[in-house]
T-cell receptor, first 113, second 118 residues
């Protein structure tokens, strides 16, 4: 199964700024996703990152706030824009070929102050 | 819409004992995959075991096994000979075999926090 490197692992950011999270996969994957997770809770899907086209966002998440890029089948970024303390959370990327389960990056713990 | 329910927010087991985590799901699909993921405090989501719905045989991975009851839409995880390293959050997840209108993403339950007592 694919191995996903996610960075940064954590960051503390000022409100009003933006942070870009990167995920690099060691092999081509057809599917990539971005999740948000509050500590101790389940994962909430933000969007599906589509290669070469606009991401597909879940209800409650918009492109202006969470722009996503996926220029090829091994790389994707998620930007958290104009951050507020409510954006403090863990962000995870996930990917796979869709035949089986997906692997995950190690997560980014974001704190907005 | 498909849903996954984990009714046990927390469970505890003595080291070397056996524990079973429950999961039920709701779907109108006949073919799908089910998964158990483990998330230790390090945040890394680790795939523990997976089951294809069209296979009647229960999946087994070393000390981890599942009891898959398709008619009852139940997918429990049994951990035998529990070890301290098994302490983690466990998530049950579902994905349809054919995406159709969905994006092929996993649908997660709320998780069960497992503690292992020495």
């Amino acid at each position: 199964s694919a191995v996903i490197s996610q960075k940064p692992s954590r960051d503390i950011c000022q409100r009003g700024t933006s942070l870009t999270i990167q995920c690099q996969v060691d092999s081509q994957v057809t599917m990539m996703f971005w999740y948000r997770q509050q500590p101790g809770q389940s994962l909430t899907l933000i969007a599906t990152a589509n290669q070469g086209s606009e991401a597909t966002y879940e209800s409650g998440f918009v492109i202006d706030k969470f722009p996503i890029s996926r220029p090829n089948l091994t790389f994707s970024t998620l930007t958290v824009s104009n951050m507020s303390p409510e954006d403090s959370s863990i962000y995870l990327c996930s990917g796979g070929t869709g035949d089986w389960g997906y692997t995950f990056g190690s997560g980014t713990r974001l704190t907005v102050v | 819409a498909q849903t996954v329910t984990q009714s046990q927010p927390e469970m505890s087991v003595q080291e070397a004992e056996t524990v079973t985590l429950s999961c039920t799901y709701d779907t109108s699909e006949s073919d799908y995959y089910l998964f158990w993921y483990k998330q230790p405090p390090s945040r890394q989501m680790i795939l523990v075991i997976r089951q294809e719905a069209y296979k009647q045989q229960n999946a087994t991975e070393n000390r981890f096994s599942v009891n898959f009851q398709k008619a009852a839409k139940s997918f429990s995880l049994k951990i035998s000979d529990s070890q301290l390293g098994d302490a983690a959050m466990y998530f049950c997840a579902y994905r349809p075999l054919n995406y159709g209108g969905s994006q092929g993403n996993l649908i997660f339950g709320k998780g069960t926090k497992l503690s292992v007592k020495p």
